[in-house]
């Protein structure tokens, strides 16, 4: 497991971390990066920044279980940018065995809402009726069908461990690493030098962002759950993230393929 050197920042709860920066409409800017780049990247930060630490951890291992369509809507509407795509997903929380059923859009102004509900961690791999009718709520309201919700099924599962620190001006940083991805079939891919860095704001770059754009470090376009998807079935159109597929989403990654920031 990768450690990033977060000691020095102090501690911000979840309940403070919400009641700030709570960010459930928002920009998002998400950065490539090695463990080199990551480290100095966290080094580099402004002191201010607090992290946050739960139980005593300032790393969280997340599960994230993607479903879709058995033509891959989702998949598709991502992969052909269009203006409004839509993510159903159970997010869990893996030391506290804690879940949520979530909901995420995004519209032709580039702003993500993410919508949530509490779930059965233990049901976390399917959808049950409740969640059906909350996708089909969402379905219906972006002009999709919304009986496409029936249909969602297992697309891909992804595992990495999470970061996440409260900025001075309240917007929101998140550092995911030891990732890796698995189909339902069992085929699976493991990227442990892979970083990424989200930022997360109401609208205009952060100092994060700046700091990042500092060290020649630009954002990509990035879906754990597309990219990842991608990576695993190279038969799926793909040409969105051509570049990172032959880079750092390659098993045999070099530094010299990944942003070594600031």
């Known amino acids: 497991m990768f450690s990033l050197p977060l000691a020095a920042f102090p501690d911000v709860t979840l309940d403070e971390l919400n009641e700030n920066a709570e960010m459930l409409t928002r920009i998002d800017r998400k950065y490539v990066l090695d463990r080199d780049g990551a480290d100095a990247f966290v080094r580099a930060l402004d002191p201010r920044m607090r992290v946050l630490e739960i139980d005593g951890r300032r790393q969280s291992a997340y599960e994230t279980v993607y479903f879709d ?9 991502s992969a052909q940018s269009r203006r409004v795509r839509i993510k159903v997903r159970t997010r869990t929380y893996v030391e506290s065995r804690t879940s949520f059923l979530e ?21 976390r791999g399917a959808l049950s009726e409740e969640g059906r009718a909350f996708a089909s709520d969402a379905f219906d309201m972006l002009g999709q069908r919304a009986e496409s919700a029936d249909d969602l099924h297992v697309a891909i599962t992804t595992r990495y461990r999470r970061a996440t620190l409260l900025a001075p001006d309240d917007g929101r940083i998140t550092i995911d690493t030891d990732l890796s991805w698995m189909l339902p079939d069992g085929r699976s891919l493991d990227l442990p030098d892979l970083v990424i860095v ?10 994060v962002d700046r700091l990042l754009w500092r060290a020649r470090c630009r954002p990509q376009p990035i879906s754990k759950f597309a990219t990842g998807l991608a990576a695993l079935r190279p038969e799926l159109p793909h040409n969105r993230w051509a570049r990172l597929l032959r880079g750092p989403f390659t098993p045999d990654t070099s530094k010299e393929q990944l942003c070594a920031a600031v």
Do not use: C, F, H
């Not at 369509?69 to 509407?77: A, E, F, K, N």
């Not at 989200?198 to 100092?207: F, P, V």
């Open 69 to 77: 369509t058995p033509d891959l809507l989702s998949y598709r509407m």
């Open 103 to 123: 909901v995420k859009t995004r519209g032709g102004n580039d702003v993500t809402v993410k919508d949530r509900i509490g779930y059965q961690w233990i049901r």
């Open 198 to 207: 989200e930022t997360k704001s109401r609208s205009a770059a952060t100092d």
